[in-house]
């Protein structure tokens, strides 16, 4: 299944990824976020609707306060997608590997 853009282009900010980070230990109310950041609340506010709408983030309203959460649901299909250049990757480090292994043999 082909992974929505929007979630990369979520995934390409380092801003946006620490906000990802935070919230794998669990919900997190707007204001909490904001105070790990050295940025202003309308630019945090940008990176958290880029998160919601690339499908990263929910959000729920519970009184004055906007709590997020992650979903992890899109990180997965990106997971699958990244899965084969995985595999090329570890067969040619085994590949290196094998000739550096090889060379200390011939030494």
Do not use: C
Request: no cysteine; aromatic share 6%.
């Amino acid at each position: 299944m082909p992974v929505n853009d929007d979630v990369f282009a979520a995934l390409a900010s380092p801003a946006r990824r620490e906000v990802l980070r935070l919230l794998l230990d669990g919900p997190m109310a707007a204001g909490a976020i904001a105070e790990r950041f050295a940025m202003a609340r309308p630019s945090l506010s940008e990176h958290l609707r880029v998160l919601r709408e690339a499908g990263l983030v929910t959000e729920q309203r519970q009184g004055r306060n906007r709590v997020y959460r992650l979903d992890a649901a899109p990180l997965e299909e990106v997971a699958d997608w990244l899965t084969p250049y995985e595999r090329f990757w570890r067969a040619k480090l085994a590949n290196l590997r094998d000739l550096l292994d090889e060379e200390e043999e011939d030494r």
